[in-house]
C-alpha cells in the first residue's frame, strides 16, 4: 500500500506540472515573443492577410489559430513522454524491489519491456497529429513533427540504458549466484 501511495503522489505531482506546464505554454504563446515565433513562424502572412480577403486578419489570424494549436499539442505531446517516462521508471523500481525470486523478477522485466517503447509510441503519435496539422497549416507543425519523435527516441533510450540494462545485469549476476549456491 505504501509503494502504491507513493505512485500516486508522483502521478499527481507530474500531473500539476503537465498542466502548469501547457498554460504556462499557452501564456508564453499569448505574450508573442520566442514562443509564439516558434510556432507561428514569421511568414509575413500578416501582410498577406490584410491585402489578400476581406477580413483584414484572415490569413494571420488563421496562422495564429493553427500556431496555437500546434503549441498545445506539442505541450500536451512533453507532458504525456514525460508520465511515459515516469511510469516506466515506477515499473522498473517495483519490479527492482519486489523480494521475489531473481529468476521471477527477470520474467517480470521481461514483460515490462512494453513500458520501455512507450516514448517511441507517444513521440509517433505526436509525429502523425503534426503531419494531420501539417494538411492545414504546413508551416505552424514542422517543430512537433520532429522533436516530439526526437523525444521519443531519446526518452527510449534513455530508459533502456539507464534502467533496463543495468538491473537486468543486476538479475542476471543474482541468478547465477543464486543458482551457482545450490
Not at 510556432?39 to 496562422?63: H, I, Q
Not at 500556431?67 to 516506466?88: H, N
Request: proline share 2%; net charge positive; with cysteine.
Amino acid at each position: 500500500m505504501k509503494q502504491s501511495g507513493k505512485n500516486t503522489l508522483i502521478f499527481l505531482i507530474l500531473a500539476i506540472l503537465g498542466v502548469a506546464f501547457v498554460l504556462l505554454m499557452n501564456h508564453q504563446f499569448s505574450a508573442g515573443g520566442a514562443v509564439k515565433n516558434l510556432f507561428v513562424g514569421s511568414s509575413g502572412t500578416e501582410a498577406l492577410g490584410k491585402v489578400a480577403a476581406n477580413s483584414p486578419e484572415s490569413l494571420a489570424s488563421r496562422d495564429e489559430f493553427f500556431g496555437r494549436i500546434s503549441m498545445l499539442l506539442f505541450s500536451i505531446i512533453t507532458c504525456a513522454q514525460f508520465f511515459a517516462f515516469a511510469l516506466a521508471w515506477m515499473v522498473t523500481a517495483n519490479i527492482k524491489n519486489s523480494a521475489e525470486s531473481f529468476k521471477l523478477r527477470l520474467q517480470k522485466l521481461e514483460n515490462a519491456d512494453i513500458f520501455f517503447d512507450v516514448p517511441l509510441y507517444v513521440g509517433l503519435f505526436g509525429t502523425v497529429s503534426a503531419f494531420l496539422v501539417m494538411t492545414f497549416s504546413p508551416q505552424n507543425s514542422r517543430l512537433i513533427a520532429y522533436s516530439s519523435t526526437l523525444i521519443g527516441i531519446i526518452f527510449s533510450l534513455i530508459l533502456r540504458l539507464i534502467l533496463l540494462y543495468p538491473l537486468r545485469r543486476e538479475l542476471l549476476a543474482g541468478n547465477e549466484n543464486s543458482e551457482a549456491a545450490k
